[in-house]
């Protein structure tokens, strides 16, 4: 049974860090696509940030140097390092993991920016 297990999520002060983390279970990811969405209230699920396997990130221009993706083969997790965060980062983050075959999804996490 597959399961992506994510943590991280929580009130920040504007300006402030966060990192997420999600863990996939259930078989091996390592030939996956893996990835963040986030949903602000009230809008649609947007791309955050991907990585394919072995190569290199495609990041959300809203974000791009600010937000960090990355991934442990090892562990089958991957990871969202978020800096200088802004009150429209608000949202439910989601985990993402997929192929031309199949995909997945997190539970999904909240992420507040407020002061």
């Known amino acids: 049974q597959v399961q992506l297990v994510e943590s991280g999520g929580g009130l920040v002060q504007p300006g402030g860090s966060l990192k997420l983390s999600c863990v996939a279970s259930?078989?091996?990811?390592?030939?996956?696509?893996v990835g963040w969405y986030r949903q602000p209230p009230g809008k649609e699920r947007d791309l955050v940030a991907t990585?394919?396997?072995?190569?290199?990130?495609n990041v959300a221009d809203s974000v791009k140097g600010r937000f960090t993706i990355s991934r442990d083969y090892m562990k089958n997790t991957v990871y969202l390092q978020m800096i200088s965060l802004k009150p429209e980062d608000t949202a439910v983050y989601f985990c993402?993991?997929?192929?031309?075959?199949?995909?997945?999804w997190g539970q999904g996490t909240q992420v507040t920016v407020s002061s």
């Open positions: 993402y993991v997929g192929s031309q075959v199949d995909s997945y």
């Open positions: 259930g078989r091996d990811f390592s030939g996956y696509t």
């Open positions: 990585i394919i396997s072995g190569g290199s990130a």
